[in-house]
């Protein structure tokens, strides 16, 4: 099926093929994506779960919740039942119990955000633009990237942007964030940008000339780590993983796409846990990535990475290497 867009904001949902491939859905199973999104994968996926599969779809942004609301009612067959749940994934025992459903037949995660997501100015993601930094998915929650900013210690500051976002230059930039707090709170995407490449502007200043290319923007790790620990990610991708082997059948497959290393390390050693104590097998021996052509079209499956696994005795080898 070629991949197309959803949306008029351009969202293609990542490695589609794919995620269709391993999950296989059929008539008559029950589906949970737990990070619906735009509701790309899921409009593909429910109508392969007709007659009479039921689909499932969570996600912690209610625009987007609303939005696939929307796009179901127009494209789900009519023999399909799907319900929309605002939730996080985190959660997911609870949302099942909810629905009195005991057990799903297949799990999806998508752990990446939606484009109309990094293109608003307003939910402060990109620093593309001007915006407040927000950068929360829940947009009823408190805690956003300017109270971390704006009121933790340079310490802690430094080693969230260093654990979360990998940066070298941690401590540089949370000594910089301090020294221009103290001069006026930090309120928008821009301000916090220009401070982090000015760190790497004085490292750059006493390299005596010697320039070493980047690919990426220096202000790139530092919104990655602050995003990360606004929305808790890490602790809610594990509390998500641990939840796999109570919430689906015998034979349920679960397929995660990561998008960064830290997502990725918790996924392979969780299924890896899993297979090697025989609960589950799994179907990738190495994550599968976009190919050159998904690349080319959709800039956002460049750093994407799937993984699938198989609630059920291990009796055949991996479906794909």
């Given at each position: 099926?070629?991949?197309?867009?959803?949306?008029?904001?351009g969202?293609?949902?990542?490695?589609?093929?794919?995620?269709?491939?391993?999950?296989?859905?059929?008539?008559?199973?029950?589906?949970?994506?737990c990070?619906i999104?735009?509701?790309?994968?899921?409009?593909?996926?429910?109508?392969?779960?007709?007659?009479?599969?039921h689909?499932?779809?969570?996600?912690?942004?209610?625009?987007?919740?609303?939005h696939?609301?929307e796009l179901?009612k127009?494209?789900?067959?009519?023999?399909?039942?799907w319900?929309?749940?605002?939730?996080?994934f985190?959660?997911?025992?609870?949302?099942l119990?909810?629905l009195?459903i005991?057990?799903?037949?297949?799990?999806l995660?998508?752990?990446?955000?939606?484009s109309n997501?990094?293109?608003?100015?307003?939910?402060?993601?990109?620093?593309?633009?001007?915006?407040?930094?927000?950068m929360?998915?829940d947009?009823?929650q408190?805690?956003?990237?300017?109270?971390?900013v704006n009121t933790?210690?340079?310490?802690s500051?430094?080693?969230?942007?260093?654990?979360n976002?990998q940066?070298r230059?941690?401590?540089?930039?949370a000594?910089?964030?301090?020294?221009?707090?103290?001069?006026?709170p930090?309120k928008?995407t821009?301000?916090?940008?220009?401070?982090v490449?000015s760190?790497y502007?004085?490292?750059?200043?006493r390299?005596?000339?010697?320039?070493?290319?980047?690919?990426i923007?220096?202000?790139?790790?530092?919104?990655?780590?602050?995003?990360?620990?606004?929305?808790r990610?890490?602790?809610?991708?594990?509390?998500?993983?641990?939840?796999?082997?109570?919430?689906?059948?015998?034979?349920?497959?679960?397929?995660?796409?990561?998008?960064?290393?830290?997502?990725?390390?918790?996924?392979?050693t969780?299924?890896?846990?899993?297979?090697?104590?025989?609960?589950?097998k799994?179907?990738?021996?190495?994550?599968?990535?976009?190919?050159?052509?998904?690349r080319?079209?959709?800039?956002?499956?460049r750093?994407?990475?799937?993984r699938?696994?198989?609630?059920?005795?291990?009796?055949?080898?991996?479906v794909?290497?």
């Amino acid at each position: 099926m070629p991949l197309e867009t959803n949306d008029n904001t351009g969202h293609i949902p990542v490695l589609a093929p794919q995620v269709l491939e391993l999950l296989t859905p059929r008539p008559g199973q029950i589906c949970v994506d737990c990070t619906i999104g735009r509701g790309g994968h899921s409009t593909q996926i429910a109508q392969r779960l007709s007659p009479g599969g039921h689909l499932v779809g969570i996600d912690r942004d209610s625009q987007n919740v609303e939005h696939s609301r929307e796009l179901l009612k127009q494209s789900a067959p009519k023999n399909v039942t799907w319900n929309l749940v605002h939730a996080n994934f985190s959660e997911l025992t609870d949302v099942l119990a909810h629905l009195n459903i005991d057990k799903t037949d297949l799990l999806l995660a998508d752990l990446g955000f939606s484009s109309n997501q990094m293109n608003d100015p307003n939910r402060g993601f990109s620093f593309g633009a001007t915006g407040p930094l927000d950068m929360r998915y829940d947009l009823g929650q408190e805690l956003t990237a300017a109270q971390l900013v704006n009121t933790l210690d340079e310490r802690s500051l430094a080693d969230l942007i260093y654990q979360n976002g990998q940066e070298r230059l941690s401590r540089k930039i949370a000594a910089k964030i301090i020294d221009r707090r103290r001069q006026a709170p930090i309120k928008d995407t821009m301000a916090l940008a220009q401070i982090v490449r000015s760190a790497y502007s004085s490292v750059a200043s006493r390299s005596r000339g010697r320039r070493v290319p980047r690919r990426i923007d220096p202000a790139t790790r530092t919104f990655m780590a602050l995003r990360i620990a606004v929305n808790r990610e890490l602790d809610c991708l594990q509390h998500l993983l641990h939840q796999l082997p109570n919430v689906l059948q015998p034979g349920g497959v679960a397929v995660i796409i990561s998008f960064h290393s830290l997502e990725d390390r918790l996924v392979k050693t969780a299924f890896r846990d899993l297979d090697r104590s025989g609960q589950a097998k799994l179907l990738t021996r190495r994550p599968l990535t976009a190919t050159d052509d998904e690349r080319k079209n959709n800039r956002r499956s460049r750093s994407a990475k799937l993984r699938a696994i198989c609630f059920e005795s291990r009796t055949s080898e991996p479906v794909m290497a």
